[in-house]
Each structure stands twice: as C-alpha cells, then as structure tokens.
C-alpha cells in the first residue's frame, strides 16, 4: 500500500516537471481571499459529479477548479479510462489539486456516486418534457438556504464533453442549471463549467471575505472646505485669474466642484499648502523685482505684455 502511494506521489511529480517545461508562461493568477471555513456552519459540503468523461485532462482541471474555490469533493461515474485518476493529462492539468484528484470517489452509477445528496442539480439548458424546473445562477442563494435549512447535501451532475447529459440521468435530479452563454457559440468545455459553478455556489454560500482595505480617511467638514476656497480665492486675486469687482461664478463653481469631490481633510490640507506656497511666491517675487522709474499709466499696455486671463 504504502509502495503504491509513493509510485503515485513519483508519476504525479514528474508529470508537473513535464507540464512546467511544456509550458510558454504560467498560467496560474497568484493572490486570493482567505475562507471564512472550508464550509459554512449549516451547509453540506457539495459534491461535484462528472458523468462519463472522456479526456483525463479535463478531470484534472475540474478537480483544480473545485479546489480553488474551497471544495475537494469530486465523484467521476463511468470515466472512460478507468484508471482516470492516475493518468498523465489528469496529474498535469489538475496542478496542484492532486489530493482532490487521489479522493474522488469513482463509481459505475449516479446512485452510487450521489447517494448521500439530497438535492441533485443537472448542468443542462435543454429542458425535458416532465423534467425538473430550469433555474439560472441566479437561483443557486436560494438553494443554498433551503439546503441548509433542510440539512441536505447538494450535488452538481456534469454530462460527458460530447453529449451532454441523457435524459434518465436529467429525470433522477431534482432541478437543471444552466449557464448563459452567446448564443453564437454556446459550448463551454468541461471544465469550465465546473469552474463557473464552483464560484457562484460559493459566492453563494458568502464562504469568501475579502481582504480588509486601508481605513477610510477622515471626511473634510464645511468649515474646512470653507476655508479652503477662502484661501484659493485670495490666491486667484494675487495671480490676477480673479478679478474681484467683477468675480463673475467662479467661486460658486469651484465651491460645487469641491462639494463633489468629497474631499478629506488630508487633501484640504495639500491644497491648502499649494495656495500658501503660490502666495508667498508671489511676495518674494514682488519683493525681488527692481521699482520702476517710469511707470506706464494703468490705462495702457505694451504690445508684449500679456493681460493676465480673467474667471469666467
């Protein structure tokens, strides 16, 4: 026994080392959320079913699907090649989900396989005549609340890559899922789908919170605000862009930009300091620059002087 977990750890290392050669750049996004649990207090724990599937490759990347939203039960009924868990294409596309690839369960039936669900969810968008009810993703909150409430297990049943789901298998579950895609081209791989329903069964059971953000900045009051435009405004008159016997609606507008801004009491403080260095670079530059012997009347102005622009 212990020989053959250790042959297993071997072929399933030297696949990844084959993978990552194979490979032309990683194919992983790294970061993440912490669980708040693997599962929720009241929830089962759910399966993920995959009937009859043919490629290795995609059970492998069902089970590394499953286990990056927090789940490791995976059941494969009837696989075409029996020894699906131990093959190549499986070992390399799960990367990293070996464990939930090693603990599937492998049965012959759906029965077999599913036997201790309550609730069985068909993934299909053709609904059969006396068949279970057609639901979207929409609905899976509300499945997970009754599930809870009735301390049933849910199971997710996936048809084979080529044909889907068959109708006695669709008539044994108990409701149909299904994922709207283009109408164009409908057709999601295997994977994929078990992707798209790991996440929205665990976004869902709100399994998931996201990473505390910086803490919120203290809000400007009025009276900051206030004393921020008093200050700009003195700032505009000495530049010469505020005429202050003809102000036209330049201080009510920037009083509303402000407004909008839902500035904090940090950015008052910059721009305050913004106008107070414009200011006293003014004075120093006043205070530089030579009397003029000649001044021209206030009335006329040079070909080369430039009016200062006047607030609109």
Not at 178 to 191: G, K, T
Request: glycine share 8%; with cysteine; proline share 8%.
């Amino acid at each position: 026994m212990v020989g053959a977990e250790t042959r297993q750890c071997r072929l399933e290392e030297d696949v990844r080392v084959d993978v990552k050669e194979r490979m032309t750049k990683r194919d992983s996004i790294e970061g993440g959320v912490e669980p708040a649990g693997l599962t929720p207090a009241g929830h089962e724990a759910p399966l993920f079913v995959l009937m009859h599937t043919s490629h290795p490759g995609n059970v492998g990347a069902a089970a590394r699907a499953i286990k990056t939203m927090g789940f490791t039960h995976l059941a494969l009924v009837a696989p075409r090649h029996a020894d699906v868990r131990e093959q190549p294409d499986a070992l390399a596309f799960a990367s990293g989900a070996g464990d939930v690839l090693r603990a599937a369960r492998q049965a012959d039936t759906l029965t077999q396989a599913a036997g201790d669900c309550g609730v069985l969810v068909a993934l299909s968008s053709r609904v059969r005549d006396f068949g279970p009810p057609l639901h979207g993703p929409d609905w899976l909150p509300e499945l997970a609340q009754q599930a809870a409430e009735q301390g049933r297990r849910v199971g997710f049943v996936f048809g084979s890559e080529r044909y889907g789901l068959d109708n006695d298998t669709v008539y044994r579950c108990n409701a149909l899922l299904s994922l709207p895609a283009d109408s164009e081209y409908a057709s999601l791989n295997l994977a994929q789908a078990v992707q798209i329903v790991a996440w929205e069964w665990r976004r869902a059971l709100g399994a998931f919170r996201l990473p505390p953000g910086p803490p919120p900045e203290v809000a400007a009051t009025q009276a900051e605000l206030q004393g921020l435009l008093d200050h700009a405004e003195q700032a505009l008159i000495a530049l010469g862009y505020l005429d202050p016997d003809a102000p036209k609606k330049l201080m009510p507008r920037l009083s509303r930009l402000a407004a909008r801004a839902a500035l904090t009491r940090q950015e008052v403080h910059i721009l305050r300091g913004i106008c107070k260095m414009g200011l006293e670079r003014l004075v120093d530059a006043h205070a530089a620059s030579p009397p003029s012997c000649n001044p021209a009347p206030a009335t006329q102005s040079t070909g080369s002087a430039r009016a200062p622009r006047k607030a609109v």
